[in-house]
């Protein structure tokens, strides 16, 4: 079984979440809107799939990352994550919430050996 396929978001802490996205949009031309940006692309395996790497600032305060204290979160995608969580509980990691389902895919989050908090995202509908 394929544990992560890809990388599915960057997220990090900023002061000024608005003023990052601005800036991103003016000097990188990146197309921002509330959430950040997401970045369209084509699996190899099948061009016709369409994907999706999300990009978003949050506020220095947010307690989103939490219990990590780092400045940023990855979010991976995944195949088949009620099977990963499985696996990963029978290996010992943290798993720190149960698994959460909406119509854009499944979430849970997780915490490396250093404590980062990591987002499981196995998408769902014309994501996936």
Known sequence: MKRVTGIGGVFFKCKDPNQVKDWYKTHLGMDTNEWGASFEWRSS???EQKGYTQWSPFTETTTYFAPSTKDF??????????????IL?????????????????????????????IELWEPMGELS
Request: proline share 2%; glycine share 6%.
């Open 89 to 117: 509980k029978q290996e010992g990691v943290t798993i720190l919430d149960e698994i959460e389902e909406f119509e854009y895919g499944k979430f849970v989050h997780i915490l490396d050996l250093e404590g980062n908090k």
């Open 45 to 47: 395996d099948n061009p």
């Open 73 to 86: 979160m990855f979010n991976y995608r995944v195949e088949n994550l009620v099977a990963l969580v499985e």
